[in-house]
């Protein structure tokens, strides 16, 4: 994420964001994600918000690198769950066959689409062969800004798909369903699971 406007909205109203999130049931497909990383896997959590789910990763026995642009969730993170953190955009992840698994779980989403396949060829290249990648995205098309003035890219399944493919993905699976965020909103989802 590199829109400033969208980076200011999660500076300033991150006590309002740690609160939804800490009043969410963890998500599902964040134990199969789990389920699937080796044992003492390396983790990347890209976007990583307040910490919560890299906590429960690194709890997990994971060794977990976390990552935000916005330097109040860095802050928070590091403080509420004690885990390393590191205050990074999209453009700041590299390396090579690096991490067992990435979780991108409703980050990428703040990505223009004319920069999601430089996101997901850098990330692909970082995974290790047969590591386990998780997207969560907002269903839809286009781009626009939510409520809050928040940048959102918006895609399809085989929009999504075709882009994984492209990176050089192989789509595990695909689960939908929809909910309400920070801005009180209800949107469609859809999350995908990958393997370099």
């Given at each position: 994420?590199?829109?400033?406007?969208?980076i200011?909205?999660?500076?300033?109203?991150?006590?309002?964001?740690?609160?939804?999130?800490?009043?969410?049931?963890?998500?599902?497909?964040?134990?199969r994600?789990?389920?699937?990383?080796?044992?003492?896997?390396?983790?990347?959590?890209?976007?990583?918000?307040?910490?919560?789910?890299?906590?429960?990763?690194?709890?997990?026995?994971?060794?977990?690198?976390?990552?935000?642009?916005?330097?109040?969730?860095?802050?928070?993170a590091?403080?509420?769950?004690g885990?390393?953190?590191?205050?990074?955009?999209?453009?700041?992840?590299?390396?090579?066959?690096?991490?067992?698994?990435?979780?991108?779980?409703?980050?990428?989403?703040?990505?223009?689409?004319?920069?999601?396949?430089?996101?997901?060829?850098?990330?692909?290249?970082?995974?290790?062969p047969?590591?386990?990648?998780?997207?969560?995205?907002?269903?839809?098309s286009?781009?626009?800004?939510?409520?809050?003035?928040?940048?959102?890219?918006?895609?399809?399944?085989?929009?999504?798909?075709?882009?994984?493919?492209?990176?050089?993905?192989?789509?595990?699976?695909?689960?939908?369903?929809?909910?309400?965020?920070?801005?009180?909103?209800?949107?469609?989802?859809?999350?995908?699971?990958?393997?370099?």
């Amino acid at each position: 994420m590199t829109d400033p406007t969208t980076i200011a909205v999660y500076d300033a109203k991150f006590a309002d964001y740690v609160a939804l999130e800490d009043s969410k049931w963890r998500d599902p497909s964040l134990d199969r994600f789990a389920e699937m990383l080796p044992e003492g896997a390396h983790v990347l959590d890209l976007g990583c918000g307040p910490g919560k789910t890299a906590a429960f990763l690194q709890k997990a026995g994971f060794t977990v690198e976390a990552t935000d642009a916005s330097a109040a969730m860095v802050k928070v993170a590091a403080e509420k769950y004690g885990i390393p953190v590191r205050h990074a955009t999209f453009d700041d992840i590299g390396g090579q066959d690096k991490y067992d698994g990435i979780w991108a779980n409703f980050s990428l989403l703040h990505a223009p689409k004319s920069r999601m396949p430089s996101h997901l060829t850098a990330l692909h290249k970082a995974l290790k062969p047969d590591g386990v990648f998780h997207i969560g995205m907002k269903s839809g098309s286009g781009e626009r800004r939510d409520r809050l003035d928040r940048f959102y890219a918006y895609y399809s399944q085989t929009e999504l798909e075709d882009l994984l493919t492209d990176a050089g993905f192989h789509t595990l699976n695909a689960t939908f369903g929809n909910g309400t965020g920070l801005d009180g909103s209800r949107s469609d989802w859809i999350i995908i699971t990958a393997h370099a």
